[in-house]
């Protein structure tokens, strides 16, 4: 009744994942992937989800009770972050300097929010004082900014804003898709009170659940709402039910991503996080000492670089698909290009997770060396490599 | 860093499923489910798409080029369904005999739809005359209707719902959670507009996805909105240019439950959608003749039982709760209680897709009489077990 030559079985090999997402994942994470399906109010997947939101707690560095796995993506992670805690005429303030920030000034406006927005340039960080200004100007309830700009490999600090948002009565909601489990996401220690993320970037785990945290202070901001949170899906009183003590069924929660949620989040915690951040910076680092080596030129402002996104700017005359294809087509290793305003204009070379390592930072300079030779674009021989190998030596 | 007494690998040897989902799986869907990982814009992910809309689309028996699974679970799905052809003021009618009639009717306020409900029976079908009834009184932009009750197991016949909201130029919005793949879900032939479902019922495959159908009719209505969809992550003009011909991202899709997805509904039609059907009638029969012989007594209206989700009436004095644990520790077997009005009046005994099996009704029936047994409620030695071969052997 089915043929298999129309819908043969998957039969991918995989690929060497170095794009903004996906990452690879460790083997364990798939095995537990693919542990046997049990019931949603099963007392051992209650457990499961018990341990699984202790050590999601310690990821975000955070003592934050209501700490879960949102049974979407990172953009249902970002959607849950602004539609509990916006209430139609709420002012809300939106630091944009890519895609990620354009996206929270678009659900804001789907919530009814008193939208405004900070402006800045892709690939710059939004200077804090900025932030103060437009708040001086006018108050928010809501100041929204990412943490690490997948569409630019920005990393944005956040300490300083989560001050300034303090100061000014503010709640801080943060999108760390990209840097939780590559880079500090310092929750509480940050002042920082709603933060979301996605389990396909640092964590290596599939694409699937988004982790989310939030504090007291926003649990009260929440409980003080006038009305009903628009979305059913994504609201926290409820999803706080079913993850809480109560066990009040909300939805059948998505088993098997929990599980390897919960596998991908001991392997980090074996690591260690400062370690695995340190790991995250010497790969960069070495990455970034070839790039510049073969005569590329980083995108994103100096001495705000995020480690787990090197984003590059592609050589005049070069062709962005070219050779991204060439290395997906010689050495199954995916790069990922610009999006936006910068397509074709930068790629972005992940170094996330399991990712991240020194034979993959060795074997794209080298492949990269050889694509842009194949475009007629001339690199001088084994520099990358060479420059990548002095750093790590030096480290 | 992390300590393996405290948090271990998980070691669940699984559960024998007959709850109201989920299900078993099938070897092969878990399987394809840890696959390794690959870009959601990767060419060979794209194709695994395009297959699995292809076969969703047959699941569904329609023709709608807009098919495919929302990244959420089958709430999502509902959520889906309602947040893009609801616009604040439109006018929506319900039909509520069991706990997802009620969550469609909490959503469609949530979406500023003004609401009216037929407030049918818990256990009962909504009759199609009640729907005409309302209707001629009020007209409605939408009309929402559950399929399997999953809540009560009740089957609602659609295709005089689907004449009668033709006839009144209402969207039909059908919840085939728990029907999909396990009864007729005729999208096209009973008119229905808009259709959801969850992948952990009928399907067999891990809850995480939940797709859905939408017809031109109910696109058009989508096309003349006045505001934008109020969730972003649930917006199907976004979705549909990402599933779509452009691939233009939207989000990260969930690449190994889509694997998983896929593999699931192969399994779907190397059987047949017929043979599937037939299947699920004959198992619940059996079941069915077993339970009656046990001197137990069905809940849903005869003639209307979803033969996917068997529920039956607690006998006096027996306690709910004791014959549950009964049966998961002894058996490692999960049947399913129940929820709101009747919590500790019904058990729910699903046969749902890979759970649907002989051996699984020939052990339920010999459990529970034991089970029964230790509560002191009497069942006439092996009666259930008899009735049920009774049932195969006439079939």
Same mark, same amino acid.
Do not use: H, S
């Given at each position: 009744m089915v043929d298999n030559k129309i819908y043969p079985e998957i039969r991918t090999k995989g690929r060497i994942l170095m794009g903004p997402g996906p990452s690879n994942v460790h083997p364990r994470v798939l095995r537990a992937l693919s542990a046997p399906v049990i019931g949603h109010l099963d007392k051992e997947f209650l457990d499961i989800m018990n341990l699984t939101k202790d050590l999601l707690a310690k990821t975000f560095m955070t003592s934050n009770d209501f700490t879960i796995p949102i049974s979407g993506t990172g953009s249902a992670g970002m959607e849950t972050a602004l539609v509990n805690f916006i209430e139609p005429g709420d002012k809300v303030l939106i630091c944009i300097n890519g895609l990620f920030g354009e996206r929270m000034a678009d659900i804001v406006q789907r919530c009814g929010g008193d939208l405004e927005v900070i402006q800045g340039e892709w690939g710059k960080i939004i200077e804090p004082d900025e932030i103060e200004k437009a708040l001086r100007m006018r108050p928010a309830d809501i100041v929204g900014i990412v943490h690490a700009e997948t569409s630019t490999g920005v990393l944005q600090p956040i300490k300083p804003v989560g001050e300034i948002t303090k100061k000014y009565g503010a709640l801080l909601v943060v999108d760390a898709v990209t840097s939780? *489990? *590559?880079?500090?996401?310092?929750v509480d220690e940050d002042g920082m009170d709603v933060v979301y993320s996605g389990t396909q970037k640092c964590l290596s785990c599939p694409p699937g659940l988004a982790p989310i945290t939030v504090n007291k202070r926003a649990e009260e901001r929440l409980a003080s709402r006038k009305n009903k949170v628009q979305s059913w899906y994504l609201d926290i009183t409820m999803l706080r039910s079913y993850w809480g003590?109560?066990?009040?069924?909300h939805h059948t929660a998505p088993i098997n991503m929990v599980y390897a949620l919960y596998e991908s989040l001991r392997i980090i915690h074996e690591e260690g996080l400062e370690a695995r951040f340190a790991r995250h910076i010497l790969h960069s680092n070495a990455l970034k000492a070839g790039l510049t080596a073969m005569g590329l030129e980083l995108f994103a402002q100096s001495g705000y670089q995020a480690p787990m996104l090197n984003s590059v700017k592609i050589p005049e005359g070069v062709d962005d698909a070219g050779v991204r294809k060439y290395l997906l087509t010689n050495y199954g290793l995916e790069i990922g290009g610009g999006l936006g305003p910068i397509k074709g204009r930068i790629w972005r070379i992940g170094l996330m997770g399991h990712s991240c390592t020194r034979e993959n930072v060795m074997l794209v300079l080298a492949s990269l060396e050889e694509a842009l030779a194949d475009q007629g674009f001339h690199v001088e021989r084994g520099a990358g490599v060479a420059a990548a190998r002095e750093a790590y030596k030096v480290a």
């Open positions: 939780l *489990g *590559g880079a500090p996401v310092r003590k109560e066990r009040f069924y």
